[in-house]
């Protein structure tokens, strides 16, 4: 029989779930002192690469978090990708400009579960812990607070926490039991075959794809193993056994030189595209799968729960009321312009039977932005190329006191930061000064005018960037008293 225990220690925020998603939360709410409790249902770290796509948007994040050098270690930037045609004519992509506003152009390669490691080992640094093995049962929620049952092994345990962050999937229990509804459809005439194994006689220099009548087969080296991800879009069931992938590899390709090793870790993928109703239900939100799933077609799905992640841990961490309810309405929109991208870039490979190779700001998610949102006030006309909302941008180049550095380098660690481009004034926020010489720690010279060529400054312009790298205040007209304001 279970041993029920029954104390009920109190926890800002409880989180369920260790991907990536409540991971990155845990590692922002961790670094601003907020106590939380990080569960995770599988006893460890999960096999299998999934995901393995980190775009330049999530490097940024992960800059910011202090794990940039850990995940590019581990991974590979501007893979290059081979396609070869039947006729045996081969083609390549995608291509990345180089500009001085985004500091990581291109998207990463790196499996999923190096992401979780990386994160894992974040949050240790941090001072946290992921509780693995231990699921969430159920729980209820009252006006101030949420008690839910956890459960390890024969053990269970009754929690009660100020907030409850559901990243534990699109089949977790936290959406289930808040009764949101997850609107969408499942095709299951549309799967695809996801495999981790050895190959011999394949370089890996590239990523590998061969595409005939049938369909498409890739090989994608992962970085930092071994090992390649396998990928063929397949119709109804099919068997996982090596002899049926190396059967469809060698109808497809057209290849007789390659042989396939025994897979490490094989998975069907199912077209399941869903987005839930609401964010959250009054103490409950919900972050990553657990509140939007869509085709992999484009590499959005683990990049879209990082960002909501950071999105929510700044205003989770505030506690301002106010703040928690802009999460849903700049998050969820974004959910749903993904779940459109990724819908098209399937389609797109169902009709060339290949994958999607294009890159662009809406895939690099550069482009995201929160103009409209309650959060974002400016001064500017709307036909003015940067507005309040919009992501901020880096600007290398700069000079301080101490030397060279770029704008990223002085607004990391997740506060909200002012640049000034007028008169010295006393700030309440951590403010950089721009000016002609510095002379002073909180001053800054544009030496190389790629931060006026980012932000359009006038004589008296005040920037406020967010916790999360995204404008919230442009004031052209230099208005102080707007700050505060904004700061809540």
């Known amino acids: 029989m279970p041993q029920a225990h029954l104390s009920t220690p109190e926890v800002p925020v409880l989180i369920v779930g260790a991907g990536p998603t409540g991971l990155t939360?845990?590692?922002?709410?961790?670094?601003?002192?907020?106590?939380?409790?990080?569960?995770?249902?599988?006893?460890?770290?999960?096999?299998?690469?999934?995901?393995?796509?980190?775009?330049?948007?999530?490097?940024?994040?992960?800059?910011d978090l202090g794990v940039i050098d850990r995940i590019l270690a581990n991974g590979r930037s501007a893979m290059p990708i081979l396609l070869t045609d039947p006729d045996g004519r081969t083609s390549g992509g995608p291509a990345f400009e180089e500009r001085p506003d985004v500091p990581y152009p291109a998207s990463v390669i790196t499996p999923q579960w190096r992401v979780e490691e990386t994160l894992g080992l974040r949050l240790a640094e941090f001072g946290g812990t992921v509780e693995f093995g231990t699921a969430l049962e159920r729980f209820e929620q009252s006006a101030d607070a949420v008690t839910a049952v956890l459960r390890s092994g024969d053990q269970t345990e009754t929690v009660r926490a100020q907030w409850l962050v559901g990243c534990d999937g699109g089949r977790g229990v936290v959406r289930k039991q808040a009764g949101i509804a997850f609107e969408g459809e499942t095709d299951e005439r549309i799967r695809m075959i996801v495999a981790d194994l050895a190959v011999d006689g394949l370089d890996r220099d590239a990523w590998h794809m061969w595409r005939c009548d049938e369909g498409f087969v890739s090989l994608c080296p992962l970085p930092s193993t071994h090992l390649f991800q396998y990928q063929a879009p397949i119709l109804g069931d099919t068997g996982l056994n090596l002899a049926t992938l190396q059967t469809i590899f060698d109808r497809r390709s057209g290849r007789t030189d390659i042989r396939l090793q025994e897979p490490e870790w094989t998975s069907v993928w199912r077209s399941n595209t869903r987005l839930a109703d609401r964010y959250r239900e009054g103490r409950v939100f919900l972050a990553g799968d657990a509140a939007h799933v869509h085709s992999p077609a484009g590499g959005q799905g683990m990049n879209t729960g990082i960002q909501d992640a950071r999105n929510l841990g700044w205003k989770l961490a505030s506690g301002v009321p106010e703040l928690l309810d802009t999460y849903e309405a700049e998050r969820r929109p974004i959910a749903a312009g993904v779940l459109r991208l990724s819908t098209a870039r399937l389609a797109e490979a169902a009709e060339q039977k290949r994958i999607p190779i294009r890159s662009d700001r809406d895939t690099t998610q550069l482009s995201v932005n929160y103009r409209g949102s309650t959060l974002a006030r400016d001064d500017r006309d709307e036909s003015a190329q940067l507005r309040a909302g919009d992501r901020a941008p880096d600007a290398p180049g700069l000079t301080t006191t101490t030397g060279k550095c770029r704008l990223f380098d002085l607004i990391r660690g997740g506060q909200f930061t002012l640049l000034n481009f007028g008169p010295r004034f006393d700030s309440p926020v951590r403010t950089f000064h721009v000016v002609s010489e510095p002379a002073a720690d909180d001053e800054i010279a544009d030496s190389a005018g790629h931060l006026a060529r980012a932000y359009f400054p006038a004589d008296r312009t005040l920037v406020l960037l967010r916790p999360d790298g995204y404008i919230g205040l442009i004031s052209d007209a230099g208005d102080l008293t707007a700050v505060p304001e904004h700061l809540l």
């Open 25 to 63: 939360l845990a590692c922002e709410l961790a670094r601003r002192g907020v106590a939380f409790r990080l569960v995770e249902a599988s006893p460890g770290l999960r096999p299998g690469s999934r995901a393995k796509g980190l775009q330049p948007r999530s490097l940024e994040v992960f800059d």
